[in-house]
């Protein structure tokens, strides 16, 4: 099995970073920044879930909720989620968009008395629920009159030092594949070794022409977890609840990039696929406590350790496919040339993710409503990963590359969350809710600033055996994407991205 840490050009979507190339501390900011979770009551009130009880979301978020069934429930939730990617680059804009039906969660607890003294109460439950869905589409296309991604394989052959021979040791005639996009580029004639040194400094053909260029990508799958939770009630004033957290991680990138060269007698231009797939489970432990200061006045508190994912296995593939015009060779011209193959890359690693505290604080208008605040602190800068595939040696500097990539670039954010609740009638309640998600990325990295804005509103109705609920979630923000980076910084251009998701969810369950 081949580890050839390549790099790769993606697009990281939604929760993505400013990037021009896939990275392992990308993709653990990616797996462990969650957006619209819970059931559809508390995606209405903004997500400010913490500190309020007797809902479905406390299997997975503050376990201490659970104190406060009296009864047992089951439900489910639906959703429609609805992403836009407006990108302007090289002064062109371009939309996509997509949609996604999912089901954010489901579960069940069980109430009843099950300690020995009376003065408590507690309650069981089980549940699945979505903490991360990738859905951010992104298209880009303008005129490039300063460079192609050519420019880039050919700074990245000459940066190790690659000769014609050397590229095409990296190169299976029989398989049809190449070790790295400069050696499947210069398989598909596309970059060329100097005629003088037989290697660096590579060429293309015509490089003096504009290029006009196309990306497109899209993110699919999700993290998911199987939660288990008990909570407890002492004396209907402390709540305290414990739970455990099974992760499954799925994910697919999947990116085109498109180049053609008008004018160009030799290459009419180039397409490059590639796609990323991702797999692993994971768990994690949350332990949270909510007391009551009054009635009507409520506090919170919820620890969750990281996520300790034991094997993620990644597959990487890729296909160069050229379009030549006329390329001149000894006794006459080639005019077609077959599509070259990313050596599959198939590699095992370990990561985890941020430790996270919450706390929350809730005030009751008696059985008119409530107010609810949230506050999460997330530590992004403590992420890591490793690779106990690696020998001892090559794991450690596997461990220093990019652990210092993620203590460099990332830090700790503060996600606030406030919500509202009010009672029309005995059955019907209005909600409402605001939220706001931190920039997970330190100044030193890049000035764009990629916090997150999102308005919230609902509806709910219950009965004494069932109930029904009606979420609307916007979220909006910036951020940037970077197709390939070259070393004069002047000549190559990034898209500055406005990004949204919409959510309508749609909720249900019954009492018994």
Do not use: C
Request: proline fraction near 4%; glycine fraction near 10%; aromatic fraction near 12%.
């Amino acid at each position: 099995m081949k580890h050839l840490f390549k790099i790769f050009t993606l697009i990281l979507i939604s929760y993505v970073a400013n990037a021009q190339v896939y990275t392992y501390p990308m993709l653990a900011k990616q797996f462990s920044t969650s957006y619209v979770t819970g059931s559809a009551r508390m995606q209405g009130m903004g997500g400010s879930q913490s500190v309020l009880g007797a809902d479905l979301s406390s299997i997975a978020g503050n376990a201490a909720g659970l104190g406060f069934y009296s009864r047992s429930e089951i439900g489910l939730n639906f959703a429609v989620n609805s992403s836009s990617t407006d990108a302007e680059y090289l002064s062109q804009s371009t939309n996509s968009s997509n949609n996604l039906f999912h089901m954010p969660n489901f579960g069940i607890v069980i109430s009843g008395d099950y300690l020995s003294s009376s003065s408590w109460r507690g309650a069981f439950g089980i549940g699945y629920s979505r903490q991360v869905v990738l859905t951010q589409p992104l298209t880009i296309n303008g005129t490039n009159n300063r460079s192609s991604y050519l420019d880039r394989l050919i700074q990245q052959a000459g940066d190790k030092g690659a000769t014609g021979a050397s590229l095409d040791a990296e190169y299976d005639s029989y398989y049809n594949t190449a070790d790295s996009p400069e050696a499947a580029a210069y398989q598909a004639y596309l970059i060329n070794p100097n005629s003088t040194t037989g290697g660096a400094p590579f060429e293309r053909y015509l490089p003096n022409l504009p290029t006009k260029q196309f990306g497109y990508g899209t993110n699919s799958g999700s993290v998911a977890q199987w939660d288990i939770s008990y909570g407890a009630a002492y004396q209907d004033q402390f709540y305290i609840g414990l739970g455990v957290h099974f992760s499954k991680l799925n994910t697919t990138h999947t990116q085109r990039w498109d180049e053609s060269f008008p004018g160009n007698n030799y290459v009419a231009g180039f397409s490059m696929e590639e796609q990323l797939i991702t797999s692993g489970s994971g768990v994690s432990v949350s332990l949270g406590a909510i007391y009551k200061l009054k009635p009507n006045l409520r506090v919170a508190l919820n620890v969750q350790t990281p996520t300790y994912y034991d094997q993620l296995n990644e597959q990487l593939t890729g296909l160069m496919t050229p379009q030549v015009s006329s390329i001149p060779v000894s006794g006459g011209y080639i005019t077609k040339v077959k599509p070259v193959k990313l050596t599959p890359n198939e590699f095992t690693y370990q990561m985890v993710t941020p430790f996270r505290v919450s706390g929350g604080i809730a005030y009751f208008f008696g059985k008119r409503g409530l107010l609810s605040a949230d506050v999460e602190m997330i530590n992004y800068s403590g992420m890591s990963v490793s690779s106990a595939e690696l020998g001892p040696y090559a794991n450690q500097q596997f461990k220093d590359k990019y652990n210092s990539q993620i203590s460099k670039n990332y830090q700790t954010v503060l996600n606030m969350k406030v919500g509202a609740e009010f009672r029309v009638s005995s059955a019907w309640t209005l909600r409402g809710g605001l939220a706001s998600y931190g920039n997970g990325f330190k100044t030193t990295y890049d000035p764009i600033d990629r916090s997150q804005l999102q308005i919230s509103a609902g509806m709910g109705y219950r009965s004494s055996t069932y109930y029904l609920d009606l979420a609307y979630v916007q979220r909006t923000g910036k951020d940037a994407y970077t197709p390939y980076s070259l070393k004069n910084a002047a000549d190559y251009a990034s898209a500055a991205l406005n990004i949204s998701q919409t959510q309508i969810s749609v909720g249900g369950g019954l009492f018994f």
